[in-house]
Every structure is written in structure tokens, then in C-alpha cells.
């Protein structure tokens, strides 16, 4: 028997079989069962997530002996020749090593007559981004008045380089990244088949390291497989990926959040020795701080670190992120970046200050370093801050168990319209806010407007002249810093789409939101030129409460004092 690599062998054959799509078959067997099809598909989305695959199950649909179905019967000739790739009514093109024009106008005059066997002529275009300028002429003009014979199926990972005329005459989808749980469970379903033991650990870890593909999951089991034989575990795929464990994630996150720098430092040092991809561990971290944050917004038992030092530690790995894809010296950035992360968990942000300002403010004059306060006994509001290594270590150990999805039930919903509307009135906040955390987005998301909610989903819909920005959201990252936006507006975690609407919404009366909530990364003021310290008016100072109150607040010391 010939060797037959698992993404192949487990290729979905029924749409039924399709893994994380339902929204794309649901409505694809919608159109079969009411006969509705359009002449041109376009299914776009991240490699290895089954845009060609829903491809030849739609080809078959169509053309199986049984008739048009949404279940084709997989035995009759049509769709055998189509799964053995023989079918002489289905062309499948590769956009990559076909992009010549020539290629297009055989293309021509290939559709103009009718099919061999079966009801339709399929053309499959894989990576059409990548046909020419000419070539995407040529296919307009197939396009422009397509014979009824003739159904197109596109497939791409880059949307925005397929020109508009060609898009407007497709019904797009757009395909997402697989969920980890999900692509556990297929992995744990080939597995079994094939009599390989893989534990539980080692699924996780190649479901991380497949950030969403499932055929890169597939592959990779393959490669274990073959590395390994029958019997794999997580050390195994962790070795061949460069991945750190999530143990080790777990316990620099817990350094970092009780300020550990001595720790934070050792680890990654070893990290780096171990030839661990640094890159990689920041996403994840990243990743796991943001589950912290549903956590923290959702109320869940069990996380204790408020949600506003979550975000900024978000926001360092998020900029880190970006600055180490373009660096050799990725593990500097890395260390800067996870000491920055670990002073962010521990300083006060400016929403505590000012509430401490205020309440020190009621209780004796506004206390500034320049001027005489009125000596005053300090409110009894005054809380000391918190202190956070207390509470960030009460936080138990995020459980090894697969990520939970982003999606955890939220307490309390208010009603979807409400929701929309608060979104609307605030876009521009979210719009600013979502553009501090992937500065790409914000651009684009001006001419993008809230359209629905529904469940935890936000609909978000962009003007019809700008459909291409809608490409930049199929970066898990761009889509993100959406989604933790609106999440920070809900206040409980969302799931963005994005698409393009009917028409300009009404512009909405925006309330402009009060500037955003900046949060201040306090330093010990360091004095550029440290003036002549009045040491013994110094000691004094310290001595009363209010001062000692915003010294411990600002996590400052007197350089100087003026009388
Ligand atoms: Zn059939």
C-alpha cells in the first residue's frame, strides 16, 4: 500500500466533514438545496483552513450523478473522477505558476463548451491574487457575462490584491482559523486511527504551533510520526517545533506578574539556550494574558489581576511583537519587554491614581510638591495601593487544560440592540483604541461602522469603496485588537467579523468618548539634572502622610523640594 500523507488522506470528502466552517457550508448547502448558485465563489481566509477542499466538495455537488445535491454520493463516475482529480469538467488552476494571460484565454475558450459529463465546467483558481494584470482582464471578461454552464471557485489568502471588478462578481466567504479545541479533536480522531498514542499535552502543542491551520496540524503530525514512530509525547513536538511548554508559559506569566526580574531574566536566558523560538513565545504569552483578560472581564473565579494592568501587558507584548520580527536581536527585546510587562503589573494606573488623587483632595487641599499642603490627616478613603505581588500570586496557575474558548458565558448580557448602539456612540473610542494596539486598523476601521450583535459576535461593516481594507482582518493579530476593544467597551469578550455592508451607514451622531483612558507607566521621576536636594527638608516632607501617600502612589522619591 502506497503511503498517503494524512492532510490528504483525511481531506474532507462531504461538507459534513468540513472542520470550523460551519458558517461557510451552512450557507453553501443553503444554495444547493434551493438551487441558488452563483456563478462565481470566492472563498478567502489563511492557508490550511479548507477554502480548496470546500472547492471540490461544491464541484462535486454540483455535478454528481445523483443529481444536484448537498450530499454528493461519492461512488458515481463524476465524483470519483473529481476526487482522483481526473474530471475533465473540473479545472483546477494554480494562480501561483499559471499567471499568464495565455493560460486565462485558454481558460476562454475552454468554458465555451458545454461540460463533459457532468451538468457543469468547474474552474478552481487557487491563489488568484496571484494571476497577472492581464490575466485578471481576461477572466473579467469570462466573468462579466459567465455561461450558465460555467460555475468559478477562487480560493485566496490575499483578498486586497484581487481587483475590485473581480470581487463584485464573486459571492465571497471568508473562512477562519480553526479553533485549538477544534483541531484537537481531529488530530486525536486521526491518531487513533492511525494506532498512534499521543497524549493530551502533545495535541495542545501542535494544535499552538498550527496557529488555526489544520492542514499545517496534519503535516505536523506526519512529521512526528516520522520522527518518532507510534508513540508521541508533548517533549517530542515541543523539540521539533521550538515550542516552550505550558508549563514554562505558565510560570513566567506568574513571574511577570509578581515581579519577579531575576526569574523572568534566568528564563529566558535558558529559553534562548534551549533554541526556543522567542518570537513564538511572545504570541503565546500574549495569548495567555489575553485569556486572562476574558477572564478578568467575564468574572470568572479563579483571576485576580485586574483588567487594566492585563491590557497594558498586552499592549508591551503586542509592540514587542512587532519590533522582534524585525530584529536580530530578538532576545534584548524580548527581556526589555517582559521587565516592562512585569513594572506594568505592579504600577498603579492612572485611573487608581486619580481616584487617589481625589480622595486625597477631600480629605486636606490639593497636595502638590511645590506648595505647602494644608496639613491635613489623610482621608480614610485613601486606600494604600493595592499590593499587587500579593494578589497577582494568589492567582492559581492557568490549568494546562486546552484554551478555553475566548467565548466563555458572560454574566450578564444586556440586550444585543443596547449593545450595538453603545457601540456605535463609541466607535471612534474604539477605533483609537484598537489602532494604540495594531496601529494598521485604525485606518481602515474609520470606514467601518458597527452593524449587529448577536450572541458574542460583533458585525462589523465596511464601506463597499473600501472592501479591500477587509483583507487586513484576516490577521489574527489586527483582528484582535478589535475584538479586545470592543470586548473592553461590552465589558465581555466578543468575536469580530467583518464584512462588506449594503450601503454607508447613516453616519452616527458620535459622542466623543473622553480621551481614552491612558493608563501611566510611572517611572521613578528621574531628574535630568538632579538639583541641590534639600536633604534634611527632604526627610521632613517624607515624614508626613500625604507625601508619603503619593510617593508610595507614583512609586516615587523627592529630588527636590521648593519652599
Ligand atoms: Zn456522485
Redo the contacts with the bound molecule.
Sequence with gaps: MTYEVIARKWRPQQFSDVVGQDHVVQTLENALASGRIASAYLFVGPRGIGKTSIARIFA?ALN???GVTAT?????D??REIMASTSLDVMEIDGASNNRVDEVRDLRETVRYAPAHGRFKLIIIDEVHMLSNSAFNALLKTLEEPPAHVKFFFATTEPHKIPATIISRCQRFDLRRIAESEIIERLALIAKDEKVKIDDDALLAIARGSEGGLRDAESALDQLIAFRGKKISEADVLQVFGLVSRRTLDELSEGILAGEMASIIGQVDALEQAGKDLQRLVLELMDGFRNRLVSAYTGEEGESVDAERLLRICDILSDADERMRFSLSKRILLETALVRCARAARVATLEELIVQINALKAGGGVVTMAEAPAAAAPAPTVARRAAPPAAATAAPPQPAAPQKPATAKPKQVAPAGDELATLQAQWSKIVAHAGRIAVAVQGALKDACPSGVEGDTVHIDFDPEFATELSLFESPRNRKAVERSLANVLKRPVTATFQVGKERPAQVAETRAPEEEYSVDVETPAAPEPQPTRKGNAQAWKQRDEVKQVLDMFNGTIVDVRE
Excluded at 454528493?72 to 458515481?76: I, N, V
Design positions: 462535486k454528481c450523478e445523483t454528493p454520493c461519492d461512488t458515481c463524476n465524483c
